[in-house]
């Protein structure tokens, strides 16, 4: 059985920063590509970035580019976010997905976490 459990999630005012942390167990994701989302309330889940293999490619939602920065060693992922703004508020996901072409989709991927909570208000 595949777990993720993401951490560092929490408060923080606009500006702030935050880094969260995706552990994984139960297998070897070195062939996996790692994800994060997050989704806000009443929204639907939304691609954040991504990192294939063993870290060599990551790609970000466009919107994030420049203040969010994915980072991979071993089965751990991170995701360090800088400049923060209230549109970042929700529940932050890290997933794993066999198919590396598929690492927007949210519906291709195999292993979820619980999520970890994410708030930015003054």
């Known amino acids: 059985q595949v777990q993720l459990v993401e951490s560092g999630g929490g408060s923080v005012q606009p500006g702030g920063s935050l880094r969260l942390s995706c552990a994984a167990s139960g297998r070897t994701f070195s062939g996996y590509a790692m994800g994060w989302f997050r989704q806000a309330p009443g929204k639907e889940r939304e691609f954040v970035a991504a990192i294939l293999g063993s870290g060599g490619i990551t790609y970000y939602r466009d919107s994030l580019k420049g203040r969010f920065t994915i980072s991979r060693v071993e089965n751990t992922v991170g995701l360090q976010m800088n400049r923060l703004k209230p549109e970042d508020t929700g529940v932050y996901y890290c997933?794993?997905?066999?198919?590396?072409?598929?690492?927007?989709?949210?519906?291709?991927?195999?292993?979820w976490g619980q999520g970890t909570q994410v708030t930015v208000s003054s």
């Open positions: 997933g794993a997905v066999a198919r590396s072409t598929h690492y927007q989709i949210p519906s291709r991927y195999d292993s």
